[in-house]
């Protein structure tokens, strides 16, 4: 946190070069989270540009009150959300690659992850914006409770219960389509 004020103060002095430790820092998480909201790589990397610009000139606005982490992917998200609104987006599927994943020597590992990798992605897809939002930004970003809630604005009981209900949406889905998760969650 306080390298983070430091290059704050500094970007906001004029040093621009200064912002490249704040991209550097969060390029890939706040990727990965709008690559699960959009489900498209070239969306996802454009969105994340402009999130980055967006952030940059709004950086005078960030009070240092909550944690810059939370303030910065709420710019980013913010901004995803109203390009939804704006393009009325519509969620389409990403294949997942084969580099994503580890090189494990035997064919049959590499297809069980990436077969488990697609479901999970399709449960998950299903849930509404506001659940799904939660879902990723708690098991993918592993952010707290607090932190989800500074970062969308809501009480801490509605992140909780949100989550909740996301995840009970979730256990019917995978009873429903049955597959890898669906024996994972039998035994529970």
Known sequence: MQEETLWIQEVLAGNKYSYTHIINKYKNQLYATILRMTKNPQDAQDFVQEAFIKVYHQLGKYDGKGSFSSWIYRVAINHCLDEFRKKS??????????????????????????????????????????????????YVNELSYDEISELLD?????????????????????????????????GR
Not at 114 to 123: D, G, V
Not at 169 to 186: A, I, L
């Open 89 to 138: 987006h519509h969620i389409q599927k990403v294949e997942l690659s084969e580099e994503m994943y580890e090189n494990p020597s035997h064919p049959e590992v590499i297809f069980l992850k990436k077969e488990r990798s697609r479901q999970l992605e399709r449960i998950v897809a299903t849930l509404p914006e506001d659940e799904r939002m939660i879902i990723l930004l708690r």
């Open 154 to 186: 809501i009480p801490v009981t509605t992140v909780r219960n949100k989550l909740h209900r996301a995840k009970i949406k979730m256990r019917k889905s995978v009873n429903q389509e049955g597959g890898y998760f669906h024996e994972m969650s039998s």
